[in-house]
């Protein structure tokens, strides 16, 4: 994946920041390679307007939201209502992309390989630990699995990745509700911890054996190779961005706009397949920089959203903008 150098964007903009306005930014890494392109073609339109978003994780970026020190936060998990209660400057949750959690794995020789639910729930349950256990030799008949120690790999950073995941693991596996259950950072009983979507991209490339969940993108953009997922209808699934656009399709959002496609019923879906939300003060102090916020994120909403499937994202559905929009609207 190529990696944006953002001290080069600060020196090529430098002087036209005399009057502009600098934006800081930080939180989920499942969305940063998006968030980052988007403030380098935002830039070279609006060179006044610079934005560093810094890939730190959905727990540091929400706690660097409330305490104020970003302009704006992102967060896979959303907030909590007892965080936006907290918030000294009032919260406003704008959904801004969408995307898909898949399962990387390094086997070499071994592609297309199919996790039922039961498998994928057993692996992170730890009770799965040979590639040629019969839970995954069962849906891949005539594949020549290993026997080889499954090492699974896990985010050791508060994650929003990591809360979606296990979101989906705890709706399909009552036992991994009830050992494990669901949060931003939760005890694996096996394996390593990876920090951020990088980390863990990094643990299964230079281990053969290992297997991890990551943004789709992430996956994409370092050639990883990826399983099918068993859904709720029984389909196993490739994910893509049409598979994902299949769960998100699923799925109305309500009013707070906070919802995740946790286990979609249309046969077709990817079911592992999340919004990303970013985190606007509701009052700033000062209106340049309001507005500048504003600006900035309703380009991403509009112009930006093509950039999405490139780098490994869905576009959101019109709706979703149109709500996106509105909440946008009543930043100040």
């Given at each position: 994946?190529?990696k944006?150098i953002?001290?080069?964007?600060v020196?090529a903009?430098g002087?036209?920041?005399?009057?502009?306005?600098q934006l800081?930014g930080a939180?989920?890494t499942?969305?940063?390679p998006?968030?980052?392109?988007?403030a380098?073609?935002?830039?070279?339109?609006v060179p006044?307007?610079q934005?560093?978003?810094?890939?730190v994780?959905?727990?540091?970026?929400?706690k660097n939201?409330?305490?104020g020190?970003?302009?704006f936060?992102?967060?896979?998990?959303?907030?909590?209502?007892?965080?936006?209660?907290?918030?000294?400057?009032g919260?406003?949750?704008?959904?801004?992309?969408?995307?898909?959690?898949?399962l990387a794995?390094?086997?070499p020789?071994i592609?297309?390989?199919?996790?039922s639910r039961?498998a994928?729930?057993g692996?992170?349950l730890g009770?799965i630990?040979k590639?040629?256990?019969?839970?995954?030799v069962?849906?891949?008949?005539?594949?020549?699995?290993?026997?080889?120690?499954?090492n699974?790999?896990?985010?050791?950073d508060?994650?929003g990745?990591?809360y979606?995941f296990?979101?989906?693991l705890?709706?399909?596996?009552?036992e991994?509700?009830?050992q494990?259950?669901?949060?931003?950072?939760?005890?694996?009983?096996?394996?390593?911890?990876?920090?951020g979507?990088?980390?863990v991209?990094a643990?299964?490339?230079q281990?053969?054996?290992?297997i991890?969940?990551?943004?789709?993108g992430?996956?994409?953009?370092?050639g990883?190779?990826?399983?099918?997922?068993?859904?709720?209808?029984?389909?196993?699934?490739?994910?893509?961005?049409?598979s994902g656009a299949?769960?998100?399709?699923?799925?109305?959002?309500p009013?707070?706009?906070r919802i995740?496609?946790?286990d979609?019923?249309?046969?077709?879906?990817?079911p592992i397949?999340?919004?990303?939300?970013?985190?606007?003060?509701?009052?700033?102090?000062?209106?340049?920089?309001?507005?500048?916020?504003?600006?900035f994120?309703s380009y991403?909403l509009?112009?930006?959203q093509?950039?999405?499937?490139?780098?490994?994202y869905i576009p959101?559905?019109?709706a979703?903008?149109?709500?996106?929009n509105?909440a946008?609207?009543s930043?100040?």
């Amino acid at each position: 994946m190529k990696k944006l150098i953002l001290p080069a964007v600060v020196f090529a903009v430098g002087v036209s920041m005399v009057n502009g306005q600098q934006l800081s930014g930080a939180g989920a890494t499942f969305p940063a390679p998006l968030y980052q392109r988007w403030a380098v073609e935002y830039n070279k339109q609006v060179p006044s307007i610079q934005v560093n978003y810094q890939s730190v994780g959905s727990g540091a970026g929400v706690k660097n939201f409330l305490q104020g020190v970003v302009d704006f936060g992102a967060s896979d998990a959303a907030m909590t209502d007892e965080e936006i209660a907290d918030a000294p400057r009032g919260a406003v949750l704008v959904p801004a992309t969408a995307g898909s959690i898949v399962l990387a794995y390094n086997l070499p020789g071994i592609t297309n390989l199919k996790l039922s639910r039961a498998a994928l729930a057993g692996i992170f349950l730890g009770k799965i630990t040979k590639w040629n256990d019969p839970a995954i030799v069962g849906a891949n008949p005539g594949m020549a699995l290993p026997d080889r120690p499954v090492n699974v790999a896990y985010r050791s950073d508060g994650s929003g990745t990591t809360y979606v995941f296990t979101q989906h693991l705890s709706a399909i596996s009552p036992e991994f509700d009830e050992q494990i259950g669901f949060d931003k950072s939760v005890a694996f009983p096996a394996g390593i911890g990876g920090k951020g979507n990088e980390g863990v991209t990094a643990l299964v490339k230079q281990a053969p054996g290992t297997i991890g969940y990551v943004e789709y993108g992430y996956a994409e953009q370092n050639g990883l190779t990826v399983a099918s997922i068993e859904n709720k209808a029984g389909n196993f699934i490739v994910p893509t961005p049409e598979s994902g656009a299949a769960a998100l399709a699923s799925v109305e959002l309500p009013e707070n706009l906070r919802i995740w496609p946790v286990d979609p019923t249309t046969p077709d879906a990817y079911p592992i397949t999340t919004f990303t939300w970013i985190l606007l003060a509701k009052k700033y102090d000062d209106p340049a920089k309001a507005k500048a916020l504003k600006d900035f994120v309703s380009y991403g909403l509009t112009e930006g959203q093509s950039l999405s499937v490139q780098l490994g994202y869905i576009p959101l559905p019109e709706a979703v903008v149109s709500r996106a929009n509105k909440a946008l609207s009543s930043v100040e």
